[in-house]
């Protein structure tokens, strides 16, 4: 993600600068600072419009699973119809169509599952990101307001 490559560079920035003797605190130049604030700033929304595409996504993958899953029960009762009146064969029949349709319930459920799970994992992972990035703006603007404050 281009949001770390800019932290990392930022980071590097940090450990080279110049320290201050006994405060912890380092030198650095605040239009350098600005400048990473503004590349931050710029590679945000791509990762949102990348949180929205999981979204859009993860609806897709649901409304192709229940598509298939009607698929699978339009089949089924197909198939219930097509089977003769005989007792024995309609007991089969039954079968297997309650058969399809379990099956069908299941495998709607598992795509459903699994869309869900791939969804709140990319959400998670982008949720980590944007918390770093949000986390690494507030430290850039405190060590702002503490070099401002000591001019």
Same mark, same amino acid.
């Given at each position: 993600?281009?949001?770390?490559?800019?932290?990392?560079?930022?980071?590097?920035?940090?450990?080279?600068?110049?320290?201050?003797?006994?405060?912890?605190?380092?030198?650095?130049?605040?239009?350098?600072?600005?400048?990473?604030?503004?590349?931050?700033?710029?590679?945000?929304? !791509?990762?949102?419009?990348?949180?929205?595409?999981?979204?859009?996504?993860?609806?897709?993958?649901?409304? !192709?699973?229940?598509?298939?899953?009607?698929?699978?029960?339009?089949?089924?009762?197909?198939?219930?119809?097509?089977?003769?009146?005989?007792?024995?064969?309609?007991?089969?029949?039954?079968?297997?169509?309650?058969?399809?349709?379990?099956?069908?319930?299941?495998?709607?459920? !598992?795509?459903?599952?699994?869309?869900?799970?791939?969804?709140?994992?990319?959400?998670?992972?982008?949720?980590?990101?944007?918390?770093?990035?949000?986390?690494?703006?507030?430290?850039?603007?405190? !060590?702002?307001?503490?070099?401002?404050?000591?001019?």
């Amino acid at each position: 993600m281009e949001v770390l490559k800019i932290l990392d560079e930022m980071e590097d920035k940090l450990e080279k600068s110049p320290r201050i003797p006994m405060t912890g605190k380092v030198v650095l130049e605040i239009d350098l600072l600005y400048g990473f604030i503004d590349k931050i700033r710029s590679v945000i929304p !791509e990762e949102i419009r990348q949180a929205q595409w999981v979204s859009k996504e993860r609806e897709r993958m649901l409304d !192709e699973a229940k598509k298939e899953a009607e698929g699978l029960l339009s089949e089924a009762q197909e198939k219930t119809l097509k089977i003769a009146d005989e007792s024995q064969i309609m007991k089969e029949a039954h079968a297997m169509a309650k058969a399809l349709v379990e099956e069908a319930q299941k495998k709607a459920e !598992e795509i459903q599952r699994g869309a869900n799970e791939y969804a709140f994992e990319m959400l998670t992972g982008l949720e980590d990101v944007m918390t770093k990035n949000i986390n690494v703006i507030r430290k850039g603007k405190s !060590e702002l307001r503490n070099i401002k404050d000591e001019q």
